[in-house]
């Protein structure tokens, strides 16, 4: 059975680039358009491996929904991953000390992304 | 801001927008200085107590499904909107490395018929790029404000930030 990835990102093309690249390495992919909508899917997939998630979107963003969710014990086992084009270390601080096992900065390089999931879902 | 801190700031929007153009693989055909038919405008706002203003990237709706191909999207709307998410990015990486910095806005997009920058704008705080591509002509708009006596530090300072592309894990 696939293992389960949530892509949260108000683009829908990077949700498609993100997706394509990681469910061609064999993980399923549901998505997510902002924190609010990925905390619903959290919920509701209670499978989920990893999430990857944008940092700025519209009505929650992505470190908001990070924190949420790991101020629940039932998902504080979740490997969440940011991607993002922002870059300032006081965010990354703040994704780090909130539980969040990784950073990249967009645009991204597919194979780099793969790598980095398959390296985390390894560890999970 | 005096002059340098001007030059800099603009220096920095122009090599963003055309890294990341490079980036995507746009070609440019030079600069273009007359305004294509722009139809959408994907814009976002940026602020802090120092700075404040709003990038946009402007262009037509078959330049903006010229953009999306290379990276086999089939959204050019939504995807303009990310391009200007990125270089927003970009821009404030740079700004950060002389000691300026600002939270940034999520990207809107609006539609309309020949959309041009107003030409009687104060271009100590407007910057118009504009380019010639082989889906049409695609502009980069940056409006910006600053706090009295706000400056670029001269010489980039020590800063951690990753680059694009760049991978942390933790």
Known sequence: MAQKILVVDDSVTIRQQVGSALSQAGFEIIEAADGQEGLNKITANPDLLMVITDVNMPHMNGLEMLEKLKANPKHSKLIVFMLTTEGQPELIE????????GWIVKPFKAELLVSAAKKLASMA | MNETSLQLLKQHFQEATQELLENYNVE????????GSIELVATLGFGSDRVAGAIALCTSARCADYLVKPI????????LGELANQLLGRFKRRCARHGITFAMGVPVLFRGERISMARNLDMNRSIRL???TP???????????????VEFLCGPIQNDAPSEGEILLF
Not at chain 1, 94 to 101: D, F, H, P
Not at chain 2, 28 to 35: I, T, V
Not at chain 2, 136 to 147: I, M, R, Y
């Open chain 1, 94 to 101: 703040r994704a780090k000390k909130a539980g969040a096992k």
């Open chain 2, 28 to 35: 440019m055909d030079g600069s273009s200085p007359n305004s």
């Open chain 2, 72 to 79: 086999a999207g089939r959204n050019g709307h939504d995807w």
């Open chain 2, 130 to 132: 504009a380019f010639q």
């Open chain 2, 135 to 149: 889906g049409g002509n695609l502009e980069a708009w940056l409006d910006f404000k600053t706090s009295a006596n």
